[in-house]
């Protein structure tokens, strides 16, 4: 069975290694220079990275700087 993937600007939640953290990281698109915008935030646990990421889409949804 296929793992499910989120849609097009959903983000994702991963784990790092390295920091041993949880990332939640947004892509906000490209700026008028062609420049990939991202937000990534750190958390301890996967259900509060998740839960970091849906604020992010919030914040972006409305319209704010994330």
Known sequence: MATSRRGHGEGSV???ER???WIALLDLGRDGTGKRQRV???AKSKPDATA???VLQGTNDRGDDP
């Open 19 to 21: 920091r041993k953290r």
């Open 40 to 42: 990534a935030r750190s």
């Open 14 to 16: 991963f784990y790092d």
């Open 52 to 54: 970091i990421l849906r």
